[in-house]
Antibody, heavy 120, light 107 residues
Framework: QVTLKESGPGILQPSQTLSLTCTFS??????????VGWIRQPSGKGLEWLAN???????YYNPSLKNRLTISKDTSNNQAFLKITNVDTADTATYYC????????????WGQGVMVTVSS | NIVLTQSPATLSVTPGESVSLSCRAS??????IHWYQQKSNESPRLLIK???QSISGIPSRFSGSGSGTDFTLSINRVESEDFSIYYC?????????FGAGTKLELK
């Protein structure tokens, strides 16, 4: 059974760095073809893909945010991470992590999402 | 970046009607398009993969079609539980993108 769960700070101030953790079970990021992606959704708005990390440590970033994003993983603890530097109010959103498989390239399992608010 | 344009933004229907939702890509993406349903306050759920392939557990009234730049999600005889937002996503490029979504609402 595949599950994913996001965790984050809840609230942070402008210019700070947002650190998010995705803790998952039912698959391993050391298995060939496996990946985890991060997607966010401001309240009442659409989905925005942020970044993917793959089993071989290959990484891809949304070009519009690339300079601010860092994705990483800890295969031993079944976790993936996303850092966003220099946040502002536009980064207020629900952040999701989701599983991807290189053979399929779609998000087949999603976490419940974690809400992050950027406010002074 | 590959841009996905979904239309209409909102579709108002009555239960029992059949509907078609459109997703248009800014360049040819073969069949590398996937559809998701998002109900209020829930995470998105995969509905259709690779333009037309069904997903286990998804009702058969949902179907997809298209290739190249034009794609369609069809719902045959909409049911009350189908009122939600639908997104398309492309994986032709390693830099994924989502469409802005189509909201299916009760007329």
């Amino acid at each position: 059974q595949v599950t994913l769960k996001e965790s984050g700070p809840g609230i942070l101030q402008p210019s700070q760095t947002l650190s998010l953790t995705c803790t998952f079970s039912g698959f391993s990021l050391s298995t060939y073809g496996m990946g985890v992606g991060w997607i966010r959704q401001p309240s009442g708005k659409g989905l925005e893909w942020l970044a993917n990390i793959w089993w071989d440590d290959d990484k891809y970033y949304n070009p519009s945010l690339k300079n601010r994003l860092t994705i990483s993983k800890d295969t031993s603890n079944n976790q993936a991470f996303l850092k966003i530097t220099n946040v502002d109010t536009a980064d207020t959103a629900t952040y999701y992590c989701a599983r991807i498989d290189r053979r399929n390239d779609y998000f087949d399992y999603w976490g419940q999402g974690v809400m992050v608010t950027v406010s002074s | 970046n590959i841009v996905l344009t979904q239309s209409p933004a909102t579709l108002s229907v009555t239960p029992g009607e059949s509907v078609s939702l459109s997703c248009r890509a800014s360049q040819s993406i073969s069949t590398s398009i996937h559809w998701y349903q998002q109900k209020s306050n829930e995470s998105p759920r995969l509905l259709i993969k690779y333009a037309s392939q069904s997903i286990s557990g998804i009702p058969s009234r949902f179907s997809g079609s298209g290739s190249g730049t034009d794609f369609t999600l069809s719902i045959n005889r909409v049911e009350s539980e189908d009122f939600s937002i639908y997104y398309c996503q492309q994986s032709y490029s390693s830099l994924y993108t989502f469409g802005a979504g189509t909201k299916l609402e009760l007329k």
